[in-house]
C-alpha cells in the first residue's frame, strides 16, 4: 500500500467541502476516466471583491485524489481569484505533507481543476495542456510523454543527456532500461540508431597549466570554478519545477549548497542533492560529498588544545 | 476483533503445520543436499519425501517430473524461455490477454526481440473462444502458454482440451496454475500439459519457493546452469526448508480440496449475495458459473478501488482492486479492460478472496461493512446523486481529458 502522510489519510477520511454547490459561478471538470481520476470543482466567487468565497468537490478517484481535492478545497477559500491563480500543484502536496511520486499527478489534477473553474468563472475556453503518460523515473516523478518531448526537443542521445534535462534517472538507475527504450523509439524515428556506448557531448575544460598539477591537478581556484560550473548546469532543470540551488562553501571534499525555493521543501531533496554530489564526482574525477548549507550553521564541535 | 483476510489470491498464511515441518531445516538439519555426510544425507531424503507430495498433490506420474524453483514467475520465465531454446525456428507464441504478469510482461519483451505474440482474447464474462485458438495453433508456435485460473476473477480456463489441441498439432504447453493448485484436482498424467507452473506462498507454503511440473519426454532447457540439483534442470542450492514445507502445504491441500470446494465456496456464495442484495449498481465480473471456489470480483459503479481498500482496511478487512490507483499505471487491470467493463465501473472492482481459515462471522461482518464504505464514497462521487447515479452520467461529468 501507499506510504500516504496523516495528512492525505486525514483529508482522504474527513474530506472537507464535499458535494455541488449550489449558486456556483465556476465549475472546472478535469482527470481521466480512464486513469481513474477525475475531479469536479465549484467556486462562488464574489463578482465585486474577486474573492472565492465557497469552493466544493466531487471526484471520482483514488485516496490521494480526494486528499487533493479536500486540501485544494481548503487552500482556495478566500483567496483571491488572481492569487488563487498562482496556486501550483507543489502548493497542494506540501499541504498534505506530500505525496508519493505516482500520486503527485492528483496534486497536478487539483491545479488544473482550479484553472478550469476559474476560467469557467471568467468566461474563458480553458485550454488543456495536459499529456500524461506512464511513471517511468519514480524517483523523481518524470513519466514517459515529458522524456519523449524532451528527447524530440533537444536532439537527446543519451540516458545521462536524459537525466539532465529531466532529471529522470538521476536517483536509483533503475529505470535506465526504460529511458533506452524511449530513446531508441524516438531515434529510430530520425533515422538514428541508440548506442549505448555514445558519450553525451560535454566541454572539454580548458588544460590546466603545468604549475596546477604540482597541487593535484587544479588549482584551489580552478577546482571552486569547475564546481561551479557543474552546479550551474544543474540549475536550469531545478528551475523547471519551480527551484534553485547555490554554491555556499567548499571545504575539501565537503561541498555546501543551499536550496532554494520549491527544491527547500521538496521531499526529494536528499534525491537532489544525491543528483548533484553523483554530477560533481563524475566532473571532477575525485570522492565529494555534498552537504545542505544549513549544516555550516552548526560547524562540529572542536575539541579546545591547550 | 480480529482483522480478517480476505486477499488470499495475492498470498496466504503459513499452516502452522507447514512452519513447523520447517523449522528443524533452520537449526538442525542444515545440511546441503548434495553432502555425502550426515548433516546433508537427511535433508536428501525430505527434498525425496516433499517431492512425492508435491507429486500427489499435482497427479504428476513421475517425481522426477517436478522441478523446484523460486516462484511462479521463474516457472513461467522457464517454461516459455524453454521452448524457445528447444525450438529455434518457431517464432511465434499464444498467450491470453488476461494471463499474470510474470507471461505478459516476458511476451512483451520477446515481441520487441522480434517474437510473434498472439494474445488470445475474451468475451464479456472473461470466456476464451476455442475457434480463435484452433484457428492460431500451427507448427511455427513454439509454446502455448494459458493460464489454469485468473487470478482476478478466479475464471477457470479449458487447459485440458487446450493442451489436447496443441499436443494435436506438435506444440508445447504450458499453464500457469499457482492459483488453481489446491483449488481444484488436478491429474496431470492424464493430460497433454507438457509445463505447468506452481507457486507455494498462494497455498499456505512460504513465499520464495515454486515448482515446474515438466512432463518426462518434454523437450526442456534449463534457464539457470550450474550445479547437477533438479537433474540439471534448475541449478542452485535446494531451498530445502522451504521445500518442506512446499510438500507439506501439499500434503494438507490434498486433504482440504473437498472442504474448499464446498465450505469455501458456500462462505464465498455468502459474501458475494450478501454484497449484492444490498448495495445497488454493483455486480460480479466473470463467469460466475465457471471459477475457483474461493473468489468473488465485485465492480462498484461510479467509485474507485482504492478508495474501498483504504476504507476497508480502516475497518480491519483486506482486500484487493483492480483500479489504475492500487498500482501506480495508469490503466485500470488489464483483465477487466479485457473483458470491456466500462471504466466507471472496470476501477470499482474488488476482489475478496478467501482460504479455509476464514468464518462465516468474518463474512458476516464484511458484509455489513460495505454498503456504508460503498455510500461514503459516492457521496463524493460527480456520477452519483441523491440517492442513485445521475441522469446519464457519462454526459452529466465529462472531465476534460476523457
Known amino acids: 500500500m501507499w506510504d500516504y502522510s496523516d495528512k492525505v489519510k486525514e483529508h482522504f477520511f474527513q474530506p472537507r467541502n464535499v458535494g455541488a454547490l449550489p449558486g456556483a459561478n465556476g465549475i472546472g471538470d478535469v482527470g481521466s476516466i480512464s486513469c481513474g481520476d477525475a475531479l469536479r470543482l465549484s467556486i462562488i466567487v464574489d463578482p465585486d471583491t474577486d474573492v472565492i468565497e465557497d469552493a466544493k468537490f466531487q471526484t471520482f478517484g483514488c485516496g490521494s ?88 526537443a533537444n536532439n537527446l542521445h543519451t540516458v545521462q543527456e536524459v537525466t539532465n534535462y529531466t532529471k529522470a534517472g538521476g536517483g536509483c538507475c533503475a529505470c535506465h532500461e526504460g529511458i533506452e527504450e524511449i530513446l531508441m523509439r524516438v531515434m529510430q524515428e530520425r533515422g538514428e540508431i541508440f548506442d549505448a556506448d555514445s558519450k553525451p557531448a560535454v566541454v572539454e575544460p580548458e588544460p590546466l597549466p603545468i604549475a596546477a598539477t604540482a597541487t593535484g591537478g587544479m588549482t584551489t581556484v580552478q577546482r571552486i570554478r569547475r564546481i561551479e560550473a557543474v552546479i550551474e548546469s544543474i540549475r ?58 544549513e549544516k555550516l550553521a552548526q560547524p562540529p564541535r572542536k575539541v579546545a588544545h591547550g | 476483533m480480529a482483522d480478517i483476510y480476505l486477499d488470499n489470491n495475492a498470498t496466504t498464511q503459513c499452516d502452522p503445520k507447514v512452519v513447523e515441518a520447517m523449522l528443524p531445516f533452520f537449526l538442525e538439519q542444515f545440511g546441503n543436499p548434495s553432502s555425502i555426510h550426515s548433516f546433508g544425507a537427511g535433508v536428501g531424503k525430505a527434498l525425496g519425501r516433499a517431492r512425492k507430495q508435491i507429486q500427489a498433490l499435482l497427479g504428476a506420474a513421475h517425481d522426477s517430473e517436478i522441478i523446484l524453483t523460486s516462484c511462479g514467475t521463474e516457472s513461467d520465465n522457464t517454461a516459455i524461455l524453454s521452448a524457445l531454446k528447444c525450438f529455434p525456428n518457431r517464432k511465434e507464441i499464444i498467450t491470453t490477454t488476461v494471463e499474470h504478469p510474470a507471461v505478459l510482461a516476458l511476451c512483451t519483451q520477446l515481441e520487441k526481440e522480434g517474437y510473434t505474440i498472439h494474445r488470445l482474447g475474451v468475451d464479456n464474462k472473461g470466456r476464451l473462444d476455442l475457434e480463435e485458438y484452433k484457428r492460431l495453433l500451427t507448427p511455427n508456435v513454439a509454446i502455448v502458454s494459458v493460464m489454469w485460473a485468473n487470478n482476478e476473477t478466479g475464471n477457470l480456463f479449458p487447459v485440458v482440451e487446450m493442451a489436447e489441441m496443441a499436443h494435436a498439432v506438435g506444440v508445447q504447453f504450458h499453464t500457469d496454475a499457482v492459483q488453481a493448485v489446491g483449488k481444484v484436482p488436478i491429474n496431470l498424467k492424464d493430460t497433454k500439459i507438457d509445463m505447468l507452473s506452481v507457486s507455494g506462498h498462494k497455498l499456505h507454503a512460504p513465499k520464495g519457493i515454486g515448482v515446474l511440473y515438466l512432463k518426462r519426454g518434454s523437450r526442456f ?75 468473488a470480483n465485485i465492480a462498484f459503479e461510479y467509485i474507485e478501488g482504492e478508495g474501498i481498500l483504504m476504507l476497508l482496511n480502516k475497518a480491519g478487512i483486506a482486500a484487493s482492486s483492480g483500479s489504475a490507483c492500487t498500482s501506480g499505471s495508469l490503466e485500470p487491470s488489464h483483465v477487466m479492460r479485457a473483458m470491456d ?16 481459515y476464514n468464518t462465516q462471522v468474518e463474512v458476516d461482518r464484511v458484509i455489513a461493512a460495505m454498503p456504508p464504505i460503498v455510500a461514503e464514497l459516492r457521496r463524493l462521487s460527480p456520477y452519483w446523486g441523491e440517492d442513485g447515479p445521475v441522469t446519464e452520467p457519462e454526459k452529466a461529468f465529462a472531465p476534460v481529458y476523457g
Open chain 2, 341 to 356: 467493463i466500462p471504466y466507471t465501473a472496470a476501477h470499482g472492482t474488488i476482489r475478496f478472496s478467501l482460504s479455509r
Open chain 2, 221 to 295: 532447457r534449463p534457464l539457470f546452469r550450474g550445479g547437477h540439483q533438479e537433474r540439471g534442470r534448475r541449478a542452485g542450492t535446494e531451498n530445502a526448508a522451504s521445500v518442506v514445507g512446499l510438500g507439506k502445504a501439499c500434503e494438507l491441500a490434498m486433504e482440504h480440496i473437498e472442504f474448499e470446494n464446498s465450505h469455501v465456496k458456500a462462505l464465498r456464495d455468502r459474501l458475494e449475495q450478501g454484497i449484492l442484495a444490498q448495495i445497488p449498481n454493483c455486480f460480479v465480473t466473470g463467469d460466475p458459473g465457471n471459477r475457483l471456489p474461493n473468489t
Open chain 1, 236 to 293: 536550469p532543470n531545478l528551475r523547471m519545477d519551480g527551484g534553485d540551488t547555490e554554491l555556499v562553501e567548499v571545504d575539501g571534499n565537503t561541498i555546501y549548497i543551499k536550496m532554494i525555493g520549491a527544491c527547500s521543501s521538496c521531499g526529494m531533496a536528499s534525491m537532489t542533492i544525491g543528483g548533484i554530489q553523483q554530477r560533481l564526482m563524475e566532473e571532477l574525477g575525485e570522492f565529494i560529498k555534498v552537504v545542505p548549507a
Open chain 1, 65 to 152: 485524489a480526494i486528499a487533493s481535492s479536500s486540501a485544494l478545497t481548503e487552500i482556495i477559500k478566500g483567496m483571491k481569484v488572481e492569487d488563487a491563480l498562482k496556486v501550483t500543484n507543489d502548493d497542494i502536496a506540501d499541504f498534505l505533507d506530500g505525496l508519493p511520486p505516482e500520486k503527485m499527478h492528483c496534486s497536478v489534477m487539483g491545479r488544473e481543476a482550479l484553472q478550469a473553474a476559474i476560467a469557467n468563472f471568467k468566461g474563458e475556453e480553458w485550454a488543456d495542456d495536459h499529456e500524461e503518460g506512464a511513471l517511468v523515473c519514480k524517483c523523481f516523478a518524470v513519466d514517459e510523454k515529458l522524456i519523449e518531448g524532451l528527447v524530440r
